[in-house]
């Protein structure tokens, strides 16, 4: 027993050297983060409405690269854990080497967001659905709907930047001609892991509304 789990985590070593460079490339990007907070942070404190959406928008890309990264390294984990599991002439060894090279080839994109396109193309075609229910790592925010456009998270950003250091910035919700005035008493706050939203209306949004956020001094 031993010596089949030992041959089939030797097999999946590849799998496990990629888990811990995005582990790492999540770490690196990391620490880019709050050197770019205080450049929101400058920009608020010199009315540079420009610099401050800018420095925003990379803020929120940033941490959605470190997501992508961390969430990959742990689909990847999920997916040793099952081939350890597995006998070893089973023929989910012969997936491996396709698997590393995706991995691979999306990784030299540069591009998070093809890497976990290319992980959820890689559950799909190797593993069925019952499988990766159970994978120990599936992440629950995999298919979670988007509430929040990228200017509605950068605006969000920038508000809580100024709230924590106790500057002034603005935040005004436009919207398109006939929205309800009901959106207008609603807020919503962004952070990395989800998305609350508060309302003072007592009554329910039935209609759908197009809008953005613009930030003003």
């Given at each position: 027993?031993?010596?089949?789990?030992?041959?089939?985590?030797?097999?999946?070593e590849e799998l496990k050297s990629l888990s811990e460079n995005l582990k790492t490339l999540a770490k690196?990007?990391?620490?880019?983060?709050?050197?770019?907070?205080?450049?929101?942070?400058?920009?608020?404190?010199?009315?540079?409405?420009?610099?401050?959406?800018?420095?925003?928008?990379?803020?929120?890309?940033?941490?959605?690269?470190?997501?992508?990264?961390?969430?990959?390294?742990?689909?990847?984990?999920?997916?040793?854990?099952?081939?350890?599991?597995?006998?070893?002439?089973?023929?989910?060894?012969?997936?491996?080497?396709?698997?590393?090279?995706?991995?691979?080839?999306?990784?030299?994109?540069?591009?998070?967001?093809?890497?976990?396109?290319?992980?959820?193309?890689?559950?799909?075609?190797?593993?069925?659905?019952?499988?990766?229910?159970?994978?120990?790592?599936?992440?629950?925010?995999?298919?979670?709907?988007?509430?929040?456009?990228?200017?509605?998270?950068?605006?969000?950003?920038?508000?809580?930047?100024?709230?924590?250091?106790?500057?002034?910035?603005?935040?005004?919700?436009?919207?398109?001609?006939?929205?309800?005035?009901?959106?207008?008493?609603e807020v919503k706050w962004f952070d990395d892991s989800q998305v609350k939203t508060k309302t003072t209306?007592?009554?329910?949004?039935?209609?759908?509304?197009?809008?953005?956020?613009?930030?003003?001094?």
């Amino acid at each position: 027993m031993a010596q089949r789990l030992e041959k089939s985590k030797n097999k999946t070593e590849e799998l496990k050297s990629l888990s811990e460079n995005l582990k790492t490339l999540a770490k690196e990007r990391e620490k880019e983060v709050e050197p770019e907070k205080l450049k929101i942070k400058d920009a608020i404190e010199k009315e540079n409405r420009k610099e401050m959406r800018t420095c925003a928008r990379n803020m929120v890309r940033m941490r959605q690269e470190v997501t992508n990264y961390r969430q990959t390294s742990h689909r990847l984990d999920s997916i040793v854990d099952y081939f350890d599991k597995e006998p070893e002439q089973s023929v989910v060894f012969s997936f491996i080497p396709t698997i590393v090279e995706s991995i691979v080839s999306s990784l030299a994109t540069g591009s998070s967001k093809k890497l976990v396109s290319t992980m959820d193309e890689i559950e799909k075609r190797y593993f069925n659905v019952e499988v990766v229910s159970k994978f120990k790592y599936s992440s629950i925010t995999e298919n979670r709907p988007v509430f929040m456009s990228e200017e509605e998270k950068v605006s969000n950003l920038i508000q809580k930047v100024a709230d924590e250091c106790k500057l002034k910035v603005s935040v005004r919700l436009e919207h398109s001609p006939g929205a309800s005035p009901t959106i207008r008493n609603e807020v919503k706050w962004f952070d990395d892991s989800q998305v609350k939203t508060k309302t003072t209306s007592r009554f329910n949004i039935f209609a759908c509304f197009s809008y953005e956020f613009l930030v003003f001094a």
